[in-house]
């Protein structure tokens, strides 16, 4: 199911107890380099001026609709924390239970496990928390794949998920 984001004015708690779980914005290709290093972004595979153009628009779609984080995580991918910070929605905090296992640079059950601790700990009735990562991640923890820059809105509450429309904002 996709739900689109209401008016502002209608926004105050509704995404309380919930993580916004986005795809980083559109880098181009699949997967990363032979010679990827997580330390060095020239061995990533990285936003492209359309990805960073779509983070930009993504990050004034939210912010237009007044949702206030009260935390904003951030795979260490160079695309992910790059994204996060085009949003321009608050500060990032690199997270490495949002990493991508894909090709195995990094180990899928400890970094599902140190995701699944997070969410565990999160408040239920706290304003939402952002967090960007990989299409990977995302399919593990909601059972939802998304585009790039797509948006998924898992209740902490439930352990529900469904897609957030940015299109309809």
Known sequence: MVVG?????DNA??????????????????GDPDNFSIKDCRTQRN???TGR??????????????IKFS?????????????????DLGPVTPFDGLNS??????????TLAKLRHKLDSM??????????????????????????GGVVIYDLKTGTARELSLSSL
């Open 47 to 49: 936003l492209d001026e």
């Open 101 to 110: 296992f894909f090709q195995n640079h990094a180990p899928r059950d400890a």
């Open 123 to 148: 408040s239920r009735s706290a304003p939402a928390s952002l967090m960007v990562t990989h299409s990977v991640t995302i399919l593990a923890i909601t059972g939802l794949s998304v585009a790039s």
């Open 71 to 87: 935390a904003i995580y951030s795979s260490y991918w160079c695309r992910c924390l790059e994204t996060a910070q085009l949003l």
């Open 13 to 30: 708690a509704r995404f309380d107890g919930t993580v916004l779980f986005m795809r980083h914005a559109l880098a181009p290709g699949i």
């Open 53 to 66: 153009a779509q983070a930009r628009a993504i990050g004034a779609k939210l912010a237009a609709a007044d």
């Open 5 to 9: 984001l209401p008016a502002a004015a």
